[in-house]
């Protein structure tokens, strides 16, 4: 059972919007910044969103973060075939010190 | 451009201590913006942090994993290494090496290279 709650899975059709949600605690997201990975099949992950909601060069507008209280979301819009992937959400937690992940959600495009 | 590639065995006894090293090129290891961790992935399964080695050479490590994790650098080769001991059937997952970013918090969990993973299998 991972410390930060994910959904197992997320589906939306080509040009859609679909949102994955993290849930964790007051000693993770509500006093920390939340990290989105986004891993497709067979690779090493990849950083998606940093500090909430700030994008690495290079990954397209069409992603989103956004964290309030315990809670922290990825928004991914205009869906295309190749979102197809596992996302996971990364906070560090106080009281455990050290970090935790969330148990990843498999997004489909249908 | 980074990399950062793991080394070591694919395959480890029950009760035998997994040994990996990861070796960064295309940047210097030796650096207070960055600190250097391992993560695995069981088979088809999620990520687990494993622990993280800071430049001052401390070490946090997962509290599930810490009696049997040890994490350490060697500056002069540009590596760091994992060493798990007691190893069993659980422990079976791709191990990924990765850098993070200190940015304004050395603490955040934010890996923006990663190695390409080493599966590593117990098994006798």
């Known amino acids: 059972q991972s410390v930060l709650t994910q959904p197992p899975s997320a589906s939306g059709t080509p040009g859609q919007r679909v949102t994955i949600s993290c849930s964790g605690s007051s000693s993770n997201i509500r006093s920390n910044t939340v990290n989105w990975y986004q891993q497709l099949p067979g690779t090493a992950p990849k950083l998606l969103i940093y500090?909430?909601?700030q994008r690495p060069s290079g990954v397209p507008d069409r992603f989103s973060g956004s964290k309030s209280g315990t809670s922290a979301s990825l928004a991914v819009s205009g869906l295309q075939s190749e979102d197809e992937a596992d996302y996971y959400c990364a906070a560090w937690d106080d009281s455990l010190n050290g970090v935790v992940f969330g148990g990843g959600t498999k997004l489909t495009v249908l | 451009q980074l990399q950062l590639q793991e080394s070591g065995p694919g395959l480890v006894k029950p009760s035998e201590t997994l040994s990996l090293t990861c070796t960064v090129s295309?940047?210097?290891?030796?650096?207070?913006?960055?600190?250097w961790g391992w993560i695995r992935q069981p088979p088809g399964k999620g990520l687990e942090w494993i622990g993280n080695?800071?430049?001052?050479?401390?070490?946090y490590y997962n509290p599930s994993l810490k009696s049997r994790v040890t994490i350490s650098i060697d500056t002069s080769k540009n590596q760091f290494s994992l060493k798990l001991s007691s190893m069993t059937a659980a422990d079976t997952a791709v191990y990924y090496c990765?850098?993070?970013?200190?940015?304004?918090?050395?603490?955040?969990?934010?890996?923006?290279?990663w190695g390409q993973g080493n599966l590593v299998t117990v098994s006798s």
């Open positions: 990765a850098r993070g970013d200190c940015g304004d918090d050395c603490y955040s969990p934010l890996f923006d290279y």
């Open positions: 080695i800071y430049y001052s050479g401390s070490t």
């Open positions: 295309g940047g210097s290891i030796s650096s207070s913006s960055y600190y």
């Open positions: 500090s909430n909601n």
